[in-house]
Structure formats: C-alpha cells, structure tokens
C-alpha cells in the first residue's frame, strides 16, 4: 500500500486468481500518510477482486475475514507512558509515517488510538456474529 504497493493492489484486476485481501502492515506507510496510502489503496482495489481491510470486512462465500492492523498497546512491561517515548524516540515508524496530509509525524499516541479502534472493532464484529449465531 506505500508508494509501490497501492498500485500493486489493482495489478489483480485482470487477474485470474480469485479474490485477494489486503491487510497493511507498519511498513506499507513508511515514506507516505497513513491515512492518504490508505484511501488510495481502497481507490485503487475498488471494483476489483481486491479488499483492502483496514478495521473493514471481507466476505468470501461463507467466509468472513475482519483485517485490520495491529498496533500495539504500549503495555508489554506495564509502563505505556516509557514505552510510547522509547517507541518514539526509536522506532522508524515514528520517523517515517506521516499524518495530516503529510504535515505531521505519527506519533504512538496516534497508534494506540488506532489499536483501541481496532479492538472496538473487533470485539463489536466478535459481538455481533455470536449474538446471530446464538439468538
């Protein structure tokens, strides 16, 4: 989904493979915004076999996959506040991904807001199919 991996996402079009799903990973916002690389790649996949997921459902015949990616919590050794200004101060996401239309640079705070909409989700989709399957 970064610079070279959205136009991959619509390389499947004329493909004959059956349907492919697209879950991003850190990596595929290095160099590029979150969240533009994120609609560009959905733009791209549209009206293709493609689904991009990103805290989004696939169906595949009676498949259902929820894709999302998994940012952490920052609570590995009990101390979030340490962990986002290690993770900050260390780590290339912090220093590569961009937000804002390109005028800021992630920060953990912004991936930990991330990870409890992912849970939300998750947990709200989990919540859902176990409400239909045992009414």
């Known amino acids: 989904m970064s610079g070279s991996s959205a136009p991959w ?34 733009k791209v996949a549209a009206g293709t076999n493609v689904s991009v997921l990103e805290r989004d459902i696939a169906r595949i015949g009676s498949l259902t996959i929820l894709g999302t990616t998994g940012w952490t919590d920052f609570k590995l050794f009990d101390d979030p506040q340490t962990a986002m200004l290690a993770a900050f101060d260390g780590m290339n996401d912090y220093k590569r991904i961009r937000k804002n239309f390109y005028a800021d640079r992630l920060r953990p705070v912004d991936t930990l807001r991330r990870h409890e909409a992912t849970r939300a989700f998750i947990a709200a989709e989990l919540a859902k199919r176990a409400a239909a399957t045992n009414p």
Not at 28 to 36: G, H, L, N
């Open 9 to 42: 996402c619509g390389s499947f079009r004329a493909s004959t493979i059956g349907p492919v799903v697209v879950v991003g990973g850190n990596h595929e916002y290095w160099s590029t915004d979150i969240d533009v690389t994120l609609d560009k790649a959905r």
